[in-house]
Nanobody
């Protein structure tokens, strides 16, 4: 059973930066997909960025390309989301998720991810 714990959310002004962290524990698999998703009030959950812990290129939602980066520290079992040039429309609850049988196929289809963290709130003011 994978446990995911996010941290790093907060309130910033537009143009600011935040770095989210997600610590994974209890996993049995050596390589799996991990992603960041977000959900604003009244909106559907959407994928932000995802990466395969084994190797390969990450994927990003068009809305965050060039502003957000995703990275990992496998030694610390930690996933990061660096968010720069934040906009008010980035305001949402951000979730870390893991798909333990993705087979290296990195994607942002949220209902295929089988483990989720509790979320961390990001609020961007104009």
């Amino acid at each position: 059973q994978v446990k995911l714990v996010e941290s790093g959310g907060g309130s910033v002004q537009a143009g600011g930066s935040l770095r989210l962290s997600c610590v994974a524990s209890g996993y049995r698999y050596s390589a799996y997909c991990m992603g960041w998703f977000r959900q604003a009030p009244g909106k559907e959950r959407e994928g932000v960025a995802a990466i395969y812990t084994g190797a390969g290129r990450p994927v990003f939602a068009d809305s965050v390309k060039g502003r957000f980066t995703i990275s990992q520290d496998n030694a610390q079992n930690t996933l990061y989301l660096q968010m720069n040039s934040l906009k008010p429309e980035d305001t949402a609850m951000y979730y870390c998720a893991a798909e333990t049988n993705c087979g290296g196929w990195v994607h942002l289809i949220y209902n295929k991810y089988n483990f989720w963290g509790q979320g961390t709130q990001v609020t961007v003011s104009s």
